[in-house]
């Protein structure tokens, strides 16, 4: 039997701790390596929800904002007849119907011919019977829920001046904000 060396048994017994430690440490760093990469993973996956959260959001912001503008209508014609041929004869002036079909009022509503003239008169539908007989100054400071208001335009000598003047509508909604709808019905803010 040999005898223990014991001036090496402290040398031994240290090196064992150490390699334990060391080996502990490794595994630590392994572990924290992995719940880092876990911990990305999780983030990167919470940016993406919250980028979708935010898309929604600001689409269901853009449609509530819209809402009551996409209820504000306009229909034109010339006060022309329409002849056999199908081409409008006589007509010297535009006619355009603004309908708010929303539940709440919109303010200034102006209908522009072409870039360079106001509707002449506005007439408020329904309210003929009365001593002003509907008619409303230009721009028409408050149209409320349900109501529609004529516009007519200037009067013109010729019809291609008419034809080259289309009719654009442009009011304010409930919240502020200030909308157009040109002759095709589309509708955008007036930012845009």
Do not use: C
């Amino acid at each position: 039997m040999s005898s223990i060396d014991w001036g090496d048994a402290p040398t031994w017994i240290a090196a064992v701790f150490a390699g334990g430690a060391a080996l502990f440490a490794g595994l630590t760093i392994r572990s924290q390596r992995q719940q880092i990469s876990e911990q990305r993973e999780f983030i990167t996956e919470q940016s993406q929800n919250l980028a979708l959260e935010r898309a929604e959001l600001r689409a269901a912001e853009a449609a509530r904002r819209s809402a009551q503008a996409k209820q504000v209508s306009m229909t034109y014609k010339t006060n022309g007849q329409l002849q056999p041929s199908g081409s409008l004869g006589g007509y010297d002036r535009w006619w355009v119907e603004v309908v708010n079909g929303s539940d709440e009022t919109v303010r200034n509503v102006m209908v522009r011919f072409g870039d360079t003239y106001d509707a002449a008169t506005a007439t408020e539908n329904g309210f003929r019977r009365h001593p002003d007989q509907g008619r409303r100054g230009v721009p028409v400071a408050a149209l409320g829920p349900g109501r529609t208001v004529t516009f007519q335009s200037p009067r013109w000598s010729s019809e291609a001046t008419i034809d080259n003047n289309r009719p654009a509508l442009q009011f304010t909604d409930a919240a502020g904000a200030v909308w157009q709808r040109d002759e095709h019905g589309v509708l955008a803010t007036a930012e845009e």
